[in-house]
């Protein structure tokens, strides 16, 4: 019988530890995130926003594959 792997945890990031993850500036997340460039943030409430850190996993892997790929897009 196949082994299951355990389900990652669920963590949310707001929007200074994404910038910090990242290197990114927090106005460059936003202004991306409204361009589509940059996963898009949860609203919990309407002055509190937050990503879930395996989008931002993921995007900073595909975004280093592309310019490994020697894309800059």
């Known amino acids: 019988m196949p082994q299951q792997q ?3 945890a669920l ?3 707001r929007l200074c530890e994404v910038a910090h993850k990242t290197g990114m500036g927090k106005s460059t997340v936003l202004a991306w ?4 460039r940059f996963p898009q943030a949860v609203r919990l409430s309407p002055t ?3 990503w879930l850190e ?3 996993d993921k995007w900073m ?4 594959a592309k310019v490994a790929a ?4």
């Not at 892997?61 to 280093?64: I, T």
């Open 11 to 13: 963590r949310f990031l």
């Open 33 to 36: 995130e409204s361009l589509g």
């Open 61 to 64: 892997v595909e975004k280093h």
């Open 6 to 8: 355990a389900p990652q």
């Open 70 to 73: 020697g894309s800059h897009s």
């Open 54 to 56: 395996s989008d931002i």
């Open 48 to 50: 509190l926003r937050v």
